[in-house]
C-alpha cells in the first residue's frame, strides 16, 4: 500500500507559479527553478519568422527582436487586459513555457498553485483557468502576497507587502485563509517609478536621447531612498556621443514618490485589527517583490511606521521565487478538497 502511494506521489509534479507584471517564476517539486521576463512575441509575418526562427519568443530574447514582433506584456497593471484574446493567448504562452522549462516527466500529472496580483485574481480568475487548464491536472489560483506569506510560515499575525512592477500588493495574515478585506492593491510600484524617473530625466535633460527600457536599469542598478554615499553617474548619449549625467537626484525622487501611498495603506489596514493584534501584525512585517531591493527602503518604512509605536519590517530573502517557492509549497501542502480539477 505504501509503496502504491509513493509511486502515485512520484507521477505528479507539482508547480508553484508566480505570474508577474514583469516576471514570472515557477518552482517544481523536482527542484527546478526558473523564471522569465513576462513579455511574449510573435512574428509579424513569413519574413519575420524567418528572421527569428521561432513561432513564440519570451522576456528578453522577444525584447531583442521587438521590431519583427507583435509584443504583448499581458498583466500590465497587474490585470489581464480585458477584451483581448491576444493577452490571454500570451498568459496560456507564459504558464505553457514555464511549466516546459520545469521539465515534467512524460506521464506526470500537473498540480499546479498560480500566484496572481491580487486586483487579477478577482477579475480574471476565470481567464487564468482558461490559460491553466491545457497544461495541468488541478488548479488553485491565489493572490501573490498569501503565497509569499505561506511560504515563509507567516500564517498568523503578519503583513506582507509585495512591491512588485504593476502593483503594490497587500495581505494581512491573522490565521486564517485571507480573504479580500486583508487584501490590498495600489498602483504605485516599480513601472511608477519608472514613469517618475523617466520625466524627471527627461525635464532636466531635454536633448539626451534615452528610452524606458534605460530608466529602468538605471533604476535597478542605482535605486535608494533617503541617502546614498557617492555620485549616481550614467552614460546617456548627447548628439550621438556619449556624455555622463549625473541622476542621483532623480533617482532619489523617482523611489521615494511609491512611499506616501505605502505607508498610508499599510496603516490604514493595521488601524481594523484590535490594538492588540496591532502591536502584533506592526513587529511582523515583510516586503517582497523586486521593489523590495531599493536600498534604504526597509529603514525608511520602519521609522516611518515608527511613528505610532514599535515596528519590525524586513525583506525576503530570494525576491525573485519566494512567491513561486511559496506557492510549491501550498501546493504540496494542500488537502485535496481545495483542488479544482481541471
Ligand atoms: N534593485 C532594484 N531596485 C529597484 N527596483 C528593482 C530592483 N530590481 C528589480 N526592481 C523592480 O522590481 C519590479 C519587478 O519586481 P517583481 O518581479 O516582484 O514584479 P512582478 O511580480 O513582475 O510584478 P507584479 O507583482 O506587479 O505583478 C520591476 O519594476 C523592477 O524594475
Ligand atoms: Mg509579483
Redo the contacts with the bound molecule.
Keep these: 500500500m505504501k509503496q502504491k502511494e509513493t509511486q502515485k506521489e512520484d507521477n505528479i509534479l507539482f508547480v508553484g507559479i508566480?505570474l508577474?507584471?514583469?516576471?514570472s517564476s515557477i518552482s517544481a517539486s523536482n527542484n527546478t527553478r526558473e523564471w522569465v521576463e513576462?513579455y511574449v512575441g510573435w512574428p509579424k509575418d513569413f519574413i519575420s519568422l524567418q528572421v527569428v526562427g521561432k513561432p513564440v519568443l519570451f522576456g528578453s530574447e522577444a525584447l531583442k527582436n521587438r521590431l519583427s514582433l507583435d509584443m504583448c506584456r499581458p498583466?500590465e497593471h497587474?490585470v489581464i487586459k480585458e477584451g483581448i484574446e491576444k493577452s490571454e493567448e500570451a498568459v496560456k504562452e507564459i504558464i505553457k513555457h514555464l511549466i516546459e522549462l520545469a521539465k515534467p516527466a512524460p506521464e506526470q500529472k500537473i498540480h499546479a498553485v498560480v500566484g496572481v496580483?491580487a486586483d487579477t485574481l478577482k477579475v480574471n480568475k476565470l481567464a487564468i483557468r482558461k490559460a491553466v487548464s491545457e497544461f495541468a491536472h488541478s488548479l488553485m489560483v491565489v493572490s501573490?502576497p498569501f503565497a509569499v506569506a505561506y511560504g515563509m510560515n507567516l500564517l498568523n499575525n503578519a503583513l506582507v507587502i509585495?512591491i512588485?512592477?504593476?502593483?503594490t500588493?497587500f495581505c494581512i495574515m491573522h490565521g486564517t485563509i485571507p480573504s479580500e478585506e486583508d487584501q490590498k492593491t495600489i498602483l504605485t510600484?516599480?513601472?511608477y517609478i519608472?514613469e517618475q524617473l523617466y520625466s524627471y530625466l527627461t525635464e532636466k535633460y531635454p536633448n539626451s536621447k534615452f528610452n524606458k527600457n534605460m530608466v529602468?536599469q538605471f533604476?535597478?542598478q542605482y535605486?535608494f531612498v533617503r541617502e546614498t554615499p557617492g555620485d549616481i553617474c550614467v552614460e546617456i548619449p548627447v548628439d550621438g556621443k556619449p556624455v555622463m549625467h549625473d541622476i542621483k537626484n532623480e533617482i532619489k525622487r523617482a523611489c521615494e514618490s511609491i512611499l506616501p501611498a505605502i505607508i498610508e495603506t499599510t496603516t490604514e489596514m493595521i488601524a481594523r485589527f484590535d490594538p492588540e493584534f496591532q502591536v502584533k501584525i506592526k513587529n511582523n512585517i515583510v516586503l517582497a517583490?523586486?521593489?523590495s531591493?531599493?536600498n534604504g527602503i526597509r529603514e525608511y518604512l520602519q521609522d516611518a511606521l515608527k511613528e505610532y509605536g514599535p515596528c519590525n519590517v524586513r525583506c525576503v530573502e530570494d525576491?525573485?521565487f519566494a512567491g513561486s517557492n511559496g506557492a510549491l509549497k501550498l501546493a504540496q501542502d494542500m488537502p485535496t478538497k481545495y483542488w479544482e480539477p481541471l
Design positions: 508566480d508577474g507584471t514583469s516576471r513576462s498583466l497587474g496580483p501573490e509585495d512588485g512592477a504593476g502593483t500588493d510600484a516599480g513601472d519608472d529602468r533604476k535597478e535605486s517583490g523586486g521593489g531591493l531599493i525576491p525573485l
